[in-house]
């Protein structure tokens, strides 16, 4: 079946510039990560979404980043006036339900590699 | 606080030899703890994980790890490696009532033919 999508693939911004970066979760997936993947690093946590809801921003490393999921499906995550440390893979991952009740595991998109010059 | 450690960044092995790679945890609560592998220009892909029961778990493409709770411990194992594993593999837990998964910083694999 289908799995976790994201687009772009690849993005090169220039610094100053927003970007906009899309996650299609597989269907009927309640909860919505977002990670950042620096060279040579483990994914760090962004941000969680249970549907439309944002439960928790407190990895997103500053301001110039935002999330949004406003139909409980997919997400964009956009970054503001990017700058040269935003260049990362960032990684959208999904679950079936809410982690808190369940054991479930996240299935993980292909990434965007996001690359400011 | 929960933190997940990998200590080696490589591991080379002969193809059909065993295959061992290393993982070691910190959680406060019960742990969860998942693998997952990494090919280049690729996501991560979900191999197994360990909730509770059996501290054997076997995974997908004949991979297997095993929980040691006294040793904060849950190495993954293949009996017989293949050149198709080599690949970047993630070592993860989180809290079982938590969200957040915390990533190991990851050990290249290398099996040679």
């Known amino acids: 079946g289908a799995g976790v999508s994201q687009s772009p693939r690849y993005k090169v911004a220039k610094r100053g510039q927003d970007v906009a970066l899309r996650c299609d979760p597989i269907s009927g997936h309640v909860s919505l990560f977002w990670y950042q993947q620096a060279l040579g690093q483990g994914p760090e946590f962004l941000t969680y979404f249970q549907n439309e809801a944002q439960l928790d921003k407190s990895g997103l490393p500053s301001d110039r980043f935002f999330a949004e999921r406003p139909e409980g499906s997919v997400s964009t995550l956009k970054i503001q006036r990017t700058q040269q440390e935003d260049s990362a893979v960032y990684l959208c991952?999904?679950?079936?339900?809410?982690?808190?009740?369940?054991?479930?595991?996240?299935?993980f998109g292909p990434g965007t590699r996001l690359t400011v010059t | 606080a929960q933190s997940v450690a990998q200590p080696e960044d490589q591991v080379n092995v002969a193809e059909g030899n065993p295959l061992t790679v290393k993982c070691t945890y910190s959680?406060?609560?019960?742990?969860?703890l998942f693998w997952y592998v990494q090919y280049p220009n690729r996501g991560l892909q979900f191999l197994l994980k360990y909730i509770t029961g059996d501290n054997l778990v076997k995974g997908s493409y004949g991979f297997e790890a095993e929980f040691n709770k006294s040793q904060t411990s849950f190495h993954l194992k293949k009996p017989s490696a293949l050149v198709s594993d080599s690949a970047l593999y993630f070592c993860a837990v989180r809290e079982g009532s938590d969200y957040k998964l915390s990533f190991g910083a990851g050990t290249t694999v290398t099996v040679r033919a």
């Open positions: 991952a999904s679950s079936l339900g809410a982690p808190g009740g369940g054991t479930y595991e996240q299935y």
């Open positions: 959680v406060s609560g019960n742990p969860y």
